[in-house]
Structure formats: structure tokens, C-alpha cells
């Protein structure tokens, strides 16, 4: 195994040196490395923005930022280019900050550090953040290329945890009638729909009690492979809550036990890789409820091992004495164990498609609530509002406070757009072969743009991204020059849109 690593200063904004500086497109890839070491979690990209302008100054691009965050830069057409439509490259600032449990880094303060493996690229023990960074650094390559129409580059905040960037950009933010979302994963596909969604927010009041004659045990999940809750909720990946949760019934059917805490997930639209939990059992029955623990955790770890062959199910003692106070403990136990996860239905139309998911996705334990976040999607409207509202009557039966955000859009483009056409030939051209036209479950920010203009054409691409949302994200190489190519290609031929 080949592997390149070489680490960087967090404290100034220089390098030992460069890791990706030997990969095709430089352009591109130097680009990439530079946005690798800026941080920009969601909702925190004020570092990534003032990056982004410091930039646009330094190359003489035109920069303009709303309100929100969001940043639109334009360049005018080179000569000869001047009749040429205008051509919007979209990506988004944000990453999802996800990481191994012995990794230490500070996702607000630190650079990733990222390092070659083989053919792919990725990031030690930490998400990439090549979705969306690799996106970024083609919109912001096309700015600095030579024979190109007018140009607009639009990045958005937040779209990893509310797509808040594109709910609040003003109509007539970005000009261009075209629009290419640099935001999918799949080399060979371009998307033309993905799914809507929305989430809802359960939140517990509970009391603790101490039981001074009753002990704690303490089960922790880890390991599992995670992922993104739209592209891999179809996939054989266990949830760590559920299982966790599981474990605990399977106890409770046995010896009367309550929660003392339990929290798991992270992100709302990542599949929860780790959950832990401590409960108390009378002193008298300890052994016993860890017997019964061990014996289970020796099943699932053998009927799991296939799909989930990294797993660790950790039992051990602790000492805390509180625990919540039964009734709620039970109604915590029974709701957690109700919320679906998981593909509710799949399309009748695209085969193997995911039309409607629920994602169990973070479980916080505090002072005196319980926080649980949930996340849906669906391609069709009506399910996915009956599915929040069967959300909203199952967190009132347990008697939390239910908190659903706006929905976001579904998206589909017209499959005989003259912008899919123009893409699909510029591919094909590229490739040398056949190209895909795929729906996704996962939402893109694409039904927030078209809102603003119904004769707005858009379609997304990407290179190929495995594992996004998980620390094992990593992008493959020779896919970063092939999707450049096809961009490249797309700017150089959209004058024939007129």
C-alpha cells in the first residue's frame, strides 16, 4: 500500500509541504488542498467565506455576499465569448465534521490532514470534506480558465444541516438561466431529481433519582460503518442507537433496570456510527445483567459480523448513582425503540430507489432533557408529510415537545432539457461511453434554486465520492480529472444553448 502523509502547522497558514501537488488537474487539486485547510463546519463558514473573498480579490473576481452568508462570485466572458449564455457553477461552503474517537482535532481551528492512498485521496481519521470541497475548487478553477462565457460561482452555506443557504437566498441572487450543482458522488451519472425532506427535533423534560443501592453499567457501540443518510439508508448499516437501545430491552425483559443517560450520532444526516449508554440495576442483580449483556453482545457481534465486521460492543462498570425516574426512563426506552429508521417504501417507477427514509440520528442526554434529532426524506410529497406527522402524534404519546423545520423540495428536472442534453453529449464526449440518468434519495439544493425561476434549467455532477459523512470519506483520483473534463467541456459548449 502507497501511502503519502505528511502533516501541517494549525497555527499559521503555511505548509511543510504540499501534499496533492503532484495530481492532475493542479488546478483543481491545489485548489482543493488550499480549502482543506480552512475550517467551515456548518454553520460556522465565516473562515471558508473570508478565504473565498481573499481569493476572488487576489484573481480580480467580482464577489457579492446576501445576508446569510452566501457568496456569489462573477467573471465576464473572455473574448469571443461574449454571446455565450450565462453559465452558474454551484457548491456548498460547510462540511460534515465527523472523526474517530481517538483522533483530536478542532474542526473550527484545524486543517484536515489529508494524505494519499493508492488511487484515492482522504483525510486521517476525519471526514475529507470533499463533499463539497471538491466542488468548490472546480467552480473556483473554471473563474481562473481561459475561453469561457460569463460565469457565476455560487456557494452556499449550511447545506449539510438545513440547506439554510439556499432557503433564504433572495430571488435574483444569481442571474444565469443554467445551472450545474457540483454536488453529486457518482463519476458516469448525472442527476436530474433527489429526494425532499425535513426533521424533527423530540425533546424529553426529565428528573433524575439517585439509587444508592443499585449500580451502574455502562454499554458503549462503536465502530460501525456510518454513512450518508440519503445515499447508504438502503445499505445493510446498523444504527449504533438502535442497537444500543435493543441491547437495553433485551436486559430490561429480564431485571428491572433505568437509564441513567444515553446519547449517540452526531449530524442529523449521518447514520449513527457510535452510541453509548449507562443504566443502574440493583446491586444484587449486577452480575446477573451483565451476564445477560455479554451473552448478547456475543450474538450480535456474531450475526452482524458480515455487514458490520468492525463493530465493538464494549460492556464496563461506572459509578454513577442518578438515573432518570422510571416512568420516563420507560417512555425514553419505548420511543426510542418506536422511531423508525431506516427505507420506508421504495419507487415504483426507478428500481432500487429509495422513495421514503427515516433517519434516527442523534440522541443527547442533558441537565433535565433528553434531545433526540430525526431527519426524513421522501421523493414524494404527500408520504413525507405523513410521515411527519405520524412523528409528531408518536413524540406526543411519549409526551415530548415535537419541533419539525420547513420541509425542503423534492427536484426533477425535465429529461429533455436542453441543458441535460448539452451535459449528457459533453460527457459521453469526455468518457468515451454511455452515461447514467439517475434520481437520488439524498436532497440536493437544487428544488430550492428552481423556486426562483420555472424555466431555470439544472442538473448536477460529481467525481467519484465514497463514504461521505463517515471518516473513511475518501475521493478517487483519476475521477477529479474526468469530471473537470466534462465541466470544462460543458463551459466551452454552452454557447449553443444561445
Known amino acids: 500500500m502507497n501511502i503519502l502523509f505528511l502533516r501541517y502547522k494549525s497555527s499559521d497558514d503555511r505548509m511543510e509541504k504540499r501534499v496533492l501537488e503532484n495530481l492532475e488537474p493542479t488546478v483543481v487539486w491545489n485548489i482543493f488542498e488550499d480549502i482543506t485547510r480552512v475550517p467551515r463546519p456548518s454553520k460556522k463558514e465565516e473562515k471558508i467565506r473570508s478565504w473565498i473573498k481573499h481569493w476572488a480579490k487576489k484573481h480580480n473576481i467580482l464577489i457579492k455576499e446576501d445576508n446569510v452568508g452566501n457568496i456569489i462570485l462573477t467573471k465576464e466572458a473572455t473574448l469571443g465569448y461574449e454571446n455565450y449564455p450565462t453559465l452558474v457553477l454551484q457548491a456548498h461552503m460547510d462540511m460534515v465534521c465527523q472523526k474517530n474517537p481517538d483522533v483530536k482535532i478542532d474542526f473550527e481551528k484545524d486543517p484536515l490532514k489529508i494524505k494519499i492512498i493508492n488511487d484515492y485521496v482522504t483525510a486521517e481519521g476525519t471526514t475529507l470534506g470533499a463533499d463539497n470541497g471538491i466542488g468548490m475548487a472546480y467552480c473556483m478553477a473554471a473563474l481562473t480558465s481561459k475561453d469561457h462565457g460569463p460565469l457565476e460561482v455560487l456557494f452556499t452555506v449550511d447545506e449539510e444541516t438545513g440547506l439554510t443557504g439556499a432557503f433564504k437566498m433572495k430571488k435574483k441572487f444569481f442571474s444565469g438561466k443554467y445551472l450545474l450543482n457540483l454536488d453529486s458522488e457518482k463519476i458516469g451519472e448525472i442527476t436530474i431529481s433527489s429526494a425532499g425532506g425535513g426533521n424533527t427535533h423530540y425533546i424529553l423534560p426529565i428528573k433524575y433519582e439517585e439509587k444508592k443501592s443499585w449500580e451502574a453499567i455502562k454499554i458503549s457501540i462503536k465502530g460501525l460503518k456510518g454513512g450518508h443518510s440519503g445515499v447508504e439508508i438502503h445499505l445493510p448499516r446498523l444504527n449504533a442507537i438502535k442497537i444500543v437501545i435493543a441491547s437495553i430491552l433485551n436486559l430490561k425483559g429480564k431485571i428491572d433496570l433505568s437509564i441513567s443517560n444515553v446519547n449517540g450520532g452526531s449530524v442529523h444526516n449521518a447514520i449513527p456510527r457510535e452510541a453509548k449508554c449507562v443504566l443502574l440495576v440493583p446491586k444484587i442483580k449486577k452480575s446477573e445483567a451483565v451476564k445477560v449483556l455479554e451473552e448478547w453482545k456475543t450474538k450480535v457481534l456474531c450475526e452482524k459480523k458480515e455487514h458490520e465486521p468492525n463493530m465493538k460492543i464494549v460492556i464496563s462498570e461506572t459509578d454513577e448513582v442518578k438515573v432518570v425516574v422510571k416512568e420516563q426512563s420507560d417512555s425514553l426506552l419505548n420511543l426510542l425503540n418506536e ?16 422513495q421514503t427514509s427515516n433517519n434516527l440520528a442523534i440522541v443527547e442526554t442533558g441537565k433535565d432533557k433528553i434531545d433526540i434529532f430525526l431527519s426524513s426524506r421522501s421523493s414524494v410529497n404527500e408520504e413525507l408529510e405523513e410521515l411527519r406527522k405520524k412523528l409528531k402524534i408518536l413524540g406526543k404519546k411519549y409526551n415530548a ?12 428536472l425535465d429529461p429533455k432539457s436542453p441543458f441535460l442534453t448539452l451535459i449528457k453529449n459533453s460527457y459521453e464526449d469526455v468518457l468515451k461511453n454511455e452515461v447514467s440518468i439517475k434520481a437520488i434519495h439524498a436532497g440536493l439544493e437544487c428544488g430550492l434554486f428552481s423556486k426562483f425561476d420555472p424555466k431555470l434549467q439544472i442538473a448536477s455532477i460529481g467525481p467519484e465520492i465514497k463514504n461521505v459523512h463517515t471518516p473513511n470519506e475518501r475521493v478517487y483520483i483519476k475521477s477529479v480529472g474526468t469530471a473537470w473534463d466534462v465541466i470544462r467541456k460543458i463551459i466551452e459548449n454552452i454557447g449553443t444553448l444561445g
Open 339 to 354: 422511531i423508525p429508521h431506516g427505507p420506508l417504501s421504495f419507487s415504483r417507477e426507478i428500481k432500487g430507489l429509495v
Open 401 to 412: 415537545d415535537v419541533k419539525q423545520e420547513e420541509t425542503y423540495p423534492g427536484w426533477k
